[in-house]
């Protein structure tokens, strides 16, 4: 695909090895993995202007090819509601990177819309040495990071095994709905799952992606958060 090439060669030009969340979210487009709408800006007023297109609440990150864990060092402000919160979450932002990471170059800031609270899951895939491309999915938060609840595959996944492998997980519950939580949208990160694996098998100089993570509604679902590593 002519944009996802594209936006290889600067990545490997600018010697980089991640992509920008920017990047990756584009990339994402153009698998039909749905994202949070974004754009990067260079200003304050390109964020003014950005986030009126947008529609508040809107979320600022920082871009930076040198940090790769946003929240970490204080580059990410959640749930700015008007003007005044934007201006405000833009100079605080600035200030931390400044404080905590004081070479970082400074791409820009991604402002994006605040995606409405729900169930985190996640999609990631790693290059096997043996295997190749491998997919992997589960819960956000502790059921993967604590709970190791996932479920893994070799690319490239069916529709069908992709169904299977959002089944296998213990909580499995969680998505089909129990007491009154009504069942979220599995066909869609079925969907994901499959356009992910499509995307790792025509690139195999993906090394790892990360969707981390996905929310998912009871219609749709949205990717908050997307990293890619090169070879
Ligand atoms: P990091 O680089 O630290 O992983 P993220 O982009 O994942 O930064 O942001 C940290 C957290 O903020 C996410 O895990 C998610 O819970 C929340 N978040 C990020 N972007 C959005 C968004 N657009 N809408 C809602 N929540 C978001
Ligand atoms: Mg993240």
């Known amino acids: 695909m002519k ?7 600067t990545a490997y030009r600018e010697k980089r090895k991640n992509l920008l969340e920017n990047e990756a979210k584009a ?18 007023s390109d964020a003014f202007r950005m986030a009126d297109e947008i529609g508040y609440p809107v979320v600022l ?31 605080k932002i600035l200030k931390k990177v400044k404080e905590n990471k004081p070479d970082a170059k400074i791409a820009g800031m991604l402002v ?6 729900s169930t985190e899951v996640i999609v990631g895939t790693i290059k096997d040495k ?15 990071e604590v709970l190791e ?14 169904k299977l492998m959002i089944k296998e997980i213990k909580a499995y519950k ?20 499959t356009n992910t694996s499509r995307f790792v098998t025509e690139y195999q100089e993906v090394e790892e992606l990360d969707l981390n993570p996905i929310i998912v509604y009871e219609k749709g679902a949205k990717t908050v958060d997307a990293r890619i590593i090169l070879e």
């Open 3 to 9: 944009e996802v090439s594209q936006i290889f060669s």
């Open 27 to 44: 990339v994402c487009k153009a698998y039909n993995i749905p994202v949070t709408r974004f754009d990067v800006a260079l200003s304050m």
């Open 61 to 91: 990150k920082i871009v930076s090819p040198d940090i790769l864990h946003k929240s970490d060092i204080g580059g990410v402000a959640l749930n700015l509601n008007n003007p005044e919160e934007l201006e405000r979450g833009y100079g």
């Open 112 to 117: 994006q819309e605040m995606a409405p609270k």
């Open 130 to 144: 043996q295997f190749g491309q491998s997919i992997m999915f589960g819960l956000g938060g502790i059921f993967v």
């Open 149 to 162: 609840d996932v479920s893994f595959r070799i690319a490239p996944v069916t529709k069908q095994e992709a």
């Open 174 to 193: 969680v998505l089909r709905g129990y007491r009154n939580q009504p069942p979220l949208d599995t066909e869609i990160i079925a969907e994901i799952i």
